[in-house]
Structures are given as structure tokens and as C-alpha cells.
């Protein structure tokens, strides 16, 4: 199994940065899409951003391009996600998963590994 550890949440302000990072024990194993999900309190995890292992392709979630991008540093083992802009309503717990399905068709279900996730709060 897969381990993945969160890191990068804090408490910011509207209009802030963050980049969370996501470091994954080994890999890839028959893993091939590591995502980004994000659940504010009361609501179902919500996807926002997927990426293939080697970084060559990418996928977002409904209105997330532009102020969400998906990387991965080689260097440190890590899928990055960087916010910016920040938002009241991007308040929310942000996980990374990994899944086995290809990044073009990797839907929630697919996402089998998940970390314990990291807290984004964003004060007006």
C-alpha cells in the first residue's frame, strides 16, 4: 500500500498563496494517477486536480483551472499543489490519493491510497 503524507496547509488570508505538497513512500508500483481532492465541512470531497506519475499530463476539476496547478517534483518525491488567490470558500481539507486508473479516466472511486490530508483556511 501506498503512503502519502500532506503538508503546506495553514490558516492565510483572501488573495494569499500556498503550495501543499504531497510525499509518497514508494512508488509507482501499478500506481499511475495521483490527485488532489479538497471536503469543506458539511459537503462531499470535491475533486480538483489529477496528475499521471511522470508529470506529463494533467486534469482539473470543474472551474479549478487557472487559480489550482498540479506538478510533481522528481527531486523530492513530491505532487505538488499550488493555490493561488485564495478564497473564503477554498476553506476545506486538502488530500492527496492515488489511484491505479489512467489520469484521463480516474474518477473518485478509482482513488484507492489516501492521506491524512492537510487544513486550508482562509480568513476574509
Known amino acids: 500500500q501506498v503512503q502519502l503524507v500532506e503538508s503546506g496547509g495553514g490558516l492565510v488570508q483572501a488573495g494569499d498563496f500556498l503550495r501543499l505538497s504531497c510525499e509518497v513512500s514508494?512508488?509507482?508500483?501499478?500506481?499511475?494517477?495521483i490527485g488532489w481532492f479538497r471536503q469543506a465541512p458539511g459537503k462531499k470531497h470535491e475533486f480538483v486536480a489529477s496528475?499521471?506519475?511522470?508529470?506529463?499530463?494533467?486534469l482539473y476539476g470543474h472551474s479549478m483551472k487557472g487559480r489550482f496547478a498540479i506538478s510533481r517534483d522528481v527531486a523530492k518525491n513530491t505532487f505538488d499543489l499550488h493555490v493561488k488567490t485564495l478564497r473564503p470558500e477554498d476553506t476545506a481539507v486538502y488530500y492527496c490519493?492515488?489511484?491505479?486508473?489512467?489520469?484521463?479516466?480516474?474518477?473518485?472511486?478509482?482513488?484507492?491510497?489516501w492521506g491524512q490530508g492537510t487544513q486550508i483556511t482562509v480568513s476574509s
Open positions: 514508494e512508488g509507482p508500483g501499478d500506481r499511475k494517477t
Open positions: 490519493a492515488a489511484s491505479a486508473a489512467d489520469v484521463s479516466i480516474a474518477t473518485y472511486s478509482d482513488f484507492t491510497d
Open positions: 496528475i499521471n506519475w511522470n508529470g506529463g499530463r494533467t
